[in-house]
C-alpha cells in the first residue's frame, strides 16, 4: 500500500519554463489536495478537488493549474515558472467525513 | 490575524523534559482538531485527532481541547531526541468538504 506518491523528489527550473508535479493515491480518497510549505509560512492551500472532475482554488492558486480526471491521481502544473515558487510542495489525500489527510513525502522545487 | 495561531519556536529541550505545545483559534465553528508530526524533509503525519473539547491520551502524548478558550495543546511526557520535529496544529469544521486550516508549526528539538 503505498499511500500518496509524489514525483519528482526534486526539480530545479529556469525561470520562465513550465513542469508537472505528480501525484498518486492507491487509497481511493475522493478528496485530494495541494499545498506549499515556505519558512515561517507554514502549509498553504493551493488547489483541492473534492472529487473526479471537481477542482477549486485554495489560499494561493495564482501561477498554477489542476486537473482531475481520475480518483487516483491529481497532477499540479506550473504554467511559468517564478523564483516566488521555490517552496516543497506537498500532496495529500482523504475521504470526506475522516477529518485526517494522508500527506506523500513532498516535492522540492527550485526556480533559477 | 491569522485563523490559527501557532508560535514557530524552535522550542529547545532537554530529554526527558515534558514538552507543552499549543495553537489558539478565532473561529467557534471548528469541531475536529488534529496535531500533525513533521520529521526534516518529509511529509506531515497524523499524530493525534480529537472531537470536540477535552482530552485524548496515546501513549506519551495527550491532546487537550479547550473550546471555551479557544485554545489546544499537545502534551509531551518523556520527551526523546526522536521527537526533534516540527509539529503543526489543523482544525476542521463540520460538514461539508474537509478543508482543515494549519497552524505555521513549531520546531522542537529534544537534546540528549
Known amino acids: 500500500n503505498a499511500g500518496v506518491t509524489q514525483t519528482p523528489k526534486f526539480q530545479v527550473l529556469k525561470t520562465g519554463q513550465s513542469m508537472t508535479l505528480q501525484c498518486a493515491q492507491d487509497?481511493?480518497?475522493?478528496?485530494m489536495s495541494w499545498y506549499r510549505q515556505d519558512p515561517g509560512m507554514g502549509l498553504r492551500l493551493i488547489h483541492y478537488s473534492v472529487g473526479a472532475g471537481i477542482t477549486d482554488q485554495g489560499e494561493v492558486p495564482n501561477g498554477y493549474n489542476v486537473s482531475r480526471s481520475t480518483t487516483e491521481d491529481f497532477p499540479l502544473r506550473l504554467l511559468s515558472a517564478a523564483p516566488s515558487q521555490t517552496s516543497v510542495y506537498f500532496c495529500?489525500?482523504?475521504?470526506?467525513?475522516?477529518?485526517?489527510?494522508?500527506f506523500g513525502a513532498g516535492s522540492r522545487l527550485t526556480v533559477l | 490575524q491569522k485563523e490559527v495561531e501557532q508560535d514557530p519556536g524552535p522550542l529547545s529541550v532537554p530529554e526527558g523534559a515534558i514538552v507543552s505545545l499549543n495553537c489558539t483559534y478565532s473561529?467557534?465553528?471548528?469541531?475536529?482538531f488534529m496535531w500533525y508530526r513533521q520529521y526534516s524533509r518529509k511529509g506531515p503525519e497524523l499524530l493525534m485527532y480529537t472531537y470536540s473539547s477535552g482530552n485524548k491520551e496515546d501513549g506519551r502524548f495527550t491532546a487537550q481541547v479547550d473550546k471555551s478558550s479557544k485554545y489546544i495543546s499537545l502534551f509531551i511526557r518523556d520527551s526523546q531526541p526522536s521527537d526533534s520535529a516540527t509539529y503543526l496544529c489543523?482544525?476542521?469544521?463540520?460538514?461539508?468538504?474537509?478543508?482543515?486550516?494549519f497552524g505555521r508549526g513549531t520546531s522542537l528539538i529534544v537534546h540528549p
Open positions: 489543523a482544525m476542521a469544521r463540520s460538514g461539508g468538504s474537509y478543508i482543515p486550516t
Open positions: 495529500a489525500s482523504s475521504n470526506p467525513g475522516a477529518n485526517v489527510l494522508t
Open positions: 473561529n467557534s465553528a471548528f469541531q475536529y
Open positions: 487509497m481511493n480518497h475522493e478528496y
